[in-house]
């Protein structure tokens, strides 16, 4: 079946823009987090989703980054007014609930994003 | 604060070798213990999960890895590497006691397989 996808895959923006990245999720999957992966790290977390309530968003690093997934299923993480800091991968993963299954994350491609 | 350690940021084999990548981590307790896979412009897929249990764990595509509580080590074997391994490698850990569920990576490590 469809795995998780994301787009746009790759979004330039010029410092100071808003950019919006999209998540499809598993068809199915109740959770859904939002990681950050900056060139030469492991993701870092940013928040987190079980259906459509926001759960966890202590990793989000400032005001300026705000996530949301209304109907439980796409999600969109946005960030208003970027910075050269903000520059990295945004990856998605989904997963089921229950017996472990939260542990058990499927990743998109994530979203490469570059300000510039 | 927990923490992830994979020491080696590159590891160079040539194909057919064996294979061990370095995992150390830093927690109270047991941790939930993960191995993803990242290729180039890919995510991230799992290949193996430490819960409980057998300490030495079986994953996908001919992995093994194997929990060393003594040395809060949880390392990834492969008896023969193939070219279509040379990708990134990461160690992840969730500690559950506190009812956590989000994993802590560490770095990652990049394997080069030469031919």
């Known amino acids: 079946g469809a795995g998780v996808s994301q787009s746009p895959r790759y979004k330039v923006a010029k410092r100071g823009q808003d950019v919006a990245l999209r998540c499809d999720p598993i068809s199915g999957h109740v959770s859904l987090f939002w990681y950050q992966q900056a060139l030469g790290q492991g993701p870092e977390f940013l928040t987190y989703f079980q259906n459509e309530a926001q759960l966890d968003k202590s990793g989000l690093p400032s005001d300026r980054f705000f996530a949301e997934r209304p109907e439980g299923s796409v999600s969109t993480l946005k960030i208003q007014r970027t910075q050269q800091e903000d520059s990295a991968v945004y990856l998605c993963?989904?997963?089921?609930?229950?017996?472990?299954?939260?542990?058990?994350?499927?990743f998109g491609p994530g979203t490469r994003l570059t300000v510039t | 604060a927990q923490s992830v350690t994979q020491p080696d940021i590159h590891i160079t084999v040539s194909e057919g070798a064996s294979l061990e990548l370095r995992c150390n981590y830093s927690y109270g307790a047991t941790p939930y213990l993960f191995w993803y896979v990242q290729s180039p412009g890919q995510g991230l897929q799992l290949l193996l999960k430490?819960?409980?249990?057998?300490?030495l764990v079986q994953g996908i595509k001919g992995f093994e890895a194997e929990f060393k509580r003594s040395q809060s080590s949880f390392n990834l074997r492969k008896p023969s590497v193939h070219w279509s391994d040379a990708a990134e490698y990461f160690c992840?850990?969730?500690?559950?006691?506190?009812?956590?569920?989000?994993?802590?990576f560490g770095r990652g490590t990049s394997l080069i397989v030469h031919p």
């Open positions: 430490y819960f409980s249990g057998d300490t």
């Open positions: 992840a850990v969730v500690s559950p006691s506190g009812g956590s569920y989000i994993p802590t």
């Open positions: 993963a989904s997963s089921l609930v229950g017996a472990g299954k939260i542990y058990e994350q499927y």
